[in-house]
């Protein structure tokens, strides 16, 4: 079953299922006259089976005319797609597409087995030719880390990989960046492709008319309080429930304060974070936020903004440090609040 199923999902989509798949993903696409039958494709020069999609910045500005054609020392098309600032995407070819270069064997085995875990490429594993299996994406961007991806364009990306995943039943572990794949060291895309996968996880788990941008424009607040009394051991990071141990789930997005009250000793130090739990166990946590205690109660404010996946559950949690390091008497924390704003997922 497996095998047969490996055959029916990689077989390339042809232009019109291409177009068909970006269209019902939502995205705003336009054209290029010819496109349809613009490749590489030809003897020696295979297009097909594929096995995922792979994202590039173009480092310049109006590259048009060098996605479709190509420069003097690789012939176009350079990507099946060129998305520009405003996430208007331009189809450029739906055969073989000189983007991906030698792709590094331990990189394609990740994401042969859609592995969530994307090693480092290593040319030691051996190479595969990428312009075979891989869609490309070119997505206008300097990548120089200044120059941002508008919201419109990174939705656009994300909704491109997602169409292709989706029409092949690929998982999210089939979008990858150049910087992922490339043997020769290429930084593209220049943003952190686990967010990005992130994302298009998110979308396959919806159908492919969601629209998280309409969605996510209204606020919902946030306020939670709990007095009730909670031990703290010296130097154990430990989940404080504040009503409940989930603080938010089925978010996309918050802006959070917790503020704790501990009767510490002066001098101690009192840690907190917020963390996200995924459907599978495992953890994402923001950066730690330290208070230094100073007499009494200490009255420590933790905060964080950021995007949070749907499945995934907002928790707390706080450390504290005593003055004299063997100390080893608890802490109490009295009383915790957390305030702020989400966004709902649909
Ligand atoms: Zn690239």
Known sequence: MALAGAGLMSAPLSAARMLAALRAEGLDVVEHPGWRTHSRTGPGRPWGP?????????????????????????????????????????VTSAGRANHAGLVARNAYSAVLAESTKHPAPSAASGTVDGNTCFYGLEIENLGDGADPYPDAQYDAAVRWAAA??????WSAQSAVGHKETSVEGKPDPSFDMHDFRRAVAERLAHGPDWNPLEESDMPSTLGLYDDTPRTLRPGAWTTLPVEHT???????????LALVTVKAPVGSTVQ????HVREDGTRWQSGIVERAGTTGDTFADFGHKGSIGKKEKLRLEVVYYPATPDDDEPVTVSAARVRGLYWKAS
């Open 50 to 90: 594929v096995h995922g999609v792979l994202i590039h910045h173009t480092a310049g500005r109006s590259s048009a005319a060098t996605v479709w054609g190509g420069r003097s020392d690789l012939p176009g098309p350079l990507a099946h797609g060129l998305l520009a600032k405003s996430g208007v995407l331009t």
């Open 164 to 169: 292709l995943c989706r029409a092949h039943g």
């Open 246 to 256: 989930d603080l938010l789930s089925g978010a996309v997005a918050y802006d959070a």
């Open 272 to 275: 907190g974070r917020f963390f």
